[in-house]
């Protein structure tokens, strides 16, 4: 099956700094998501993001399908920022459809 | 608030029982979609349901089985409980292909 590689598995910041997360993927996908764990154990949905570059707020998300991979950028970091970010892709047609995670990165932003 | 809602937030329970976990999905979304998330196995697809008819499957156990209803809201059934059933089990809700779909908070459930 598809494989969904995420780098790196764990950042630690100080607040204010800038940082770039990365998604490869093994094979051509319908499309990917980026998604924010919370602590407490909230999926927030980040990006909605099958091709080219989205901006909201100080993230901002470049996905390159051509090239199989994905860049979530995260400027002027706040504590507000940590917990574990995912990349999904989704596979599936005909209504039928489904996503397949990486495991993450761990982010920690520190005051 | 992503608009999904599942219920219970918590549950804990034995080996050997089974449970029921609950989920409403989005104004207006058909597909809903049921995921489990372990420390060993990270998220992964269980099942997905659109209009009530099932539509893809994962890697769900025969033990586990879910339904859509009538009403949208669909139940995702766990039974002859063990340990490694222990994990966050998300439902997540969307209007079909090609748009995004949307998590709720998740039921954290333990098993002792």
């Known amino acids: 099956g598809i494989q969904v590689e995420q780098s790196p598995p764990d950042l630690i910041l100080q607040e204010g700094a800038n940082s770039t997360l990365r998604c490869n993927f093994s094979?051509?996908?319908?499309?990917l998501q980026w998604f924010h764990q919370n602590p407490w154990g909230q999926l927030i949905n980040l990006f909605y993001?099958?091709?080219g570059t989205k901006q909201n707020g100080r993230l901002s998300a470049t996905t390159v399908a051509t090239e199989r991979y994905s860049l979530l950028y995260i400027s002027s970091s706040q504590t507000t920022d940590s917990g574990v970010y995912f990349c999904a892709v989704e596979l599936g047609q005909g209504g039928s459809e489904k996503l397949v995670f990486g495991k993450g990165t761990k982010l920690t932003v520190n005051p | 608030d992503s608009g999904v809602t599942q219920t219970p937030k918590h549950l804990i329970t034995a080996t050997g029982q089974r449970v029921t976990l609950r989920c409403s999905p989005r104004s207006g979304d058909l597909s809903v979609y049921w995921y489990q998330q372990s420390l060993d196995q990270g998220l992964q697809f269980l099942i997905q349901y659109y209009n009530g008819e099932e539509r893809a499957k994962g890697n769900i156990l025969e033990r586990f089985s879910a339904q859509q209803f009538p009403d949208l809201h669909s139940e995702l059934n766990l039974s002859s409980l063990e340990l490694g059933d222990s994990a966050l089990y998300f439902c997540a809700s969307s209007r079909g292909e090609g748009v995004p779909q949307h998590f709720g908070d998740g039921t954290r459930l333990s098993i002792l």
């Open positions: 094979d051509s996908v319908n499309n």
């Open positions: 993001i099958p091709s």
